[in-house]
């Protein structure tokens, strides 16, 4: 008789993600935002911006985290400040308690990092869209191109400082390990064993922080089930009753990490912002190759 092995635990209806039937039934609501967060690695060598006027979903707005970023510094794309983040999204026809739902071109990636940045600067309604466009499309959904416009709004950011590790945390924490630092670049990258895809940055990680690369807690472009999510963690050795500081290489795939435990009911103390586009700039700090 065949033993069949029971399908991984599913997670319970997410209170970060809204289904493509949702967006669908309320895209023409004046207080919904569909958002393409869509962004790609400079060895991708794709335009998020030039794909999304080819097709998006109707009325959807860009959001490019490297405009609305910090250009005060040499690292991609960094948080910007509190101002330039309400005027940009403002200026998008985001504002004060709008429903913004977030999506990316890939299914799951860059989506996270918007998410995580809205929230940052105090958006109360802000989702992540199941599957991303790869599912709208596969469902035969519409599309529509061009830039959409929508008209200026008010948007009152608030950030919250205490979601955002700063190199001087994450140092802290390798020292006193009360928090454990997770890095979710591939585990070539991790190990030293690949390039960095930004040039000028050492290969390796910090001495005492854990892998979970993305891709782990991701499954065809959405959220993977509870128990691959746990087992990702716990394989890597990251004890998940220990706050956790997520990092990667900008920023960005950080911040799956930090949708994936907030989804397992175990969210992450911080997304470390300057990632390893700081740490292996910096000649002066310690890095571990396997």
């Known amino acids: ?35 393409d967060g869509s962004y790609f690695l400079p060895t991708q060598k794709r335009d998020a911006h030039a794909e999304y006027r080819s097709g998006h979903i109707p009325g959807a707005v860009f959001f490019d985290i490297e405009t609305v970023s910090d250009h005060s510094t040499e690292l991609p794309h960094m ?14 026809g985001i504002g004060d308690g709008d429903t913004v739902v977030v999506y990316d071109s890939t299914g799951l990636y860059s989506a996270a990092r918007v998410w995580w940045t809205f929230r940052v600067f105090g958006a109360q309604s802000v989702f992540i869209l199941d599957g991303g466009l790869p599912k709208w499309k596969a469902e035969g959904r519409p599309l529509e191109s061009g830039e959409a416009k929508r008209a200026p709004r008010q948007f009152h950011a608030n950030m919250n ?12 924490a390798l020292t006193d390990r009360a928090t454990q630092i997770v890095d979710a670049r591939s585990a070539e ?15 390796g990680h910090m001495p005492g922080s854990f892998n979970v690369p993305f891709d782990r807690v991701v499954e065809n472009g959405r959220l993977a089930s509870r128990d ?15 706050p956790i500081i997520t990092s990667c290489g900008s920023g960005v795939t950080a911040a799956i990490l930090s949708v994936a435990l907030e989804s397992i009911g175990r969210p992450a103390k911080r ?13 002066d700090l310690p890095v571990e190759r396997d």
């Open 271 to 283: 997304l470390y912002d300057g990632s390893w586009s700081e740490w292996g700039s910096r000649p």
């Open 161 to 172: 400082v205490d979601a955002v590790a700063m190199l001087a945390d994450v140092r802290m």
């Open 1 to 35: 008789m065949l033993r069949t092995d029971p399908d991984p635990t599913p997670l319970p209806p997410n209170r970060w993600f809204k289904s493509t039937d949702w967006l669908a039934q309320h895209l023409r609501d004046r207080d919904v935002v569909a958002v």
């Open 79 to 92: 948080l910007p400040g509190t101002y330039q983040f309400g005027e940009a999204v403002g200026a998008l």
């Open 228 to 242: 691959r999510i746990e087992a990702a963690f716990t394989a890597a050795g990251v004890d998940l009753d220990k």
């Open 189 to 203: 990258r991790f190990a030293g064993r690949a390039p960095e895809p930004r040039p000028g940055l050492r290969s």
